[in-house]
């Protein structure tokens, strides 16, 4: 059976690590392939935990014009149409006092509307900060009264952590929100160092979000290709009739795709373009 629908989520996977080669933007091979690929009536969808303000540049260059999973699944849009079909914010109450509880303890958060992100002004000159903004290709609102930021329509909040001890804090506070969001650590390929945590609304996953674009669009599981680099894209992954991951997927993915049938496959790394060898093996 032909692929005739293909889900991509972004970094690891078209965006890498190399500097001024897959690192901010995509490689232009890669773009260029998405593009025909489009052309030829093949359907691309990006599914990620980027917010949609910052995916849809890619979006827009490849001429995508499809709807695409973003927010870590709390946004279904065509960015191109200006069509939205799902939006999910994270329960009022509940973030309002995780915000103030970030806020008073001083870590590294983002808070995600569907236009902005918004930031802690005490971050303004944290390293961190620089970083993520190199990553993202986007420059934060920084705020000083956490009392504004819980007035806006918040889609996703977004928590980083460049060491244990770091990481540890984080845990430690989000242990009394484990029943109230969807609470997933990440990492992205350019700083491994860095430990990322998106947190989104209890019922959203990506893919609950896949599921939602599936039925949107009338897409069939059984001739689409999945492809994703770390576990937690296992989730819309699992379901689709072609699997794919890269060489630097991260081991329990990789473990996953291996054990699947001759309708899955393991690529080239992603900072060698490792998705065109992916196309190359399915024929398409």
Known sequence: MPIKNIILDVDGVII?????HNFPQPHPNIIKK????????VNVSFCTARSGFVTEPIVSRAGLNTFHVTDGGGLVRNFLDNKTVL???LNSKNSQKLIFDLFAQKVFFEVYTLKQCLMPSYLSNHPVAKIHQQILQFSPV???DPGLVIKK???KITLAANNLNQKNQINKILKNYQSLFDINWTLHPSRKNLRFV??????ISKGQGVDYLIKHCGFKLENTLGVGDTIGDWDFIQNCGFKA????ATPDLKQKISKQNQNSFIGGHVDENGLLSIFKHFNI
Do not use: D, M
């Open 245 to 248: 991951t890269l060489a630097n």
């Open 198 to 203: 998106v947190i989104t609304p209890k019922s």
């Open 16 to 20: 890498g690590s190399k500097e001024n």
């Open 87 to 89: 939006k999910v914010r």
């Open 153 to 155: 329509e918040t889609l």
């Open 142 to 144: 920084f705020f000083s």
């Open 34 to 41: 998405l593009a025909h690929l489009q052309a030829s009536n």
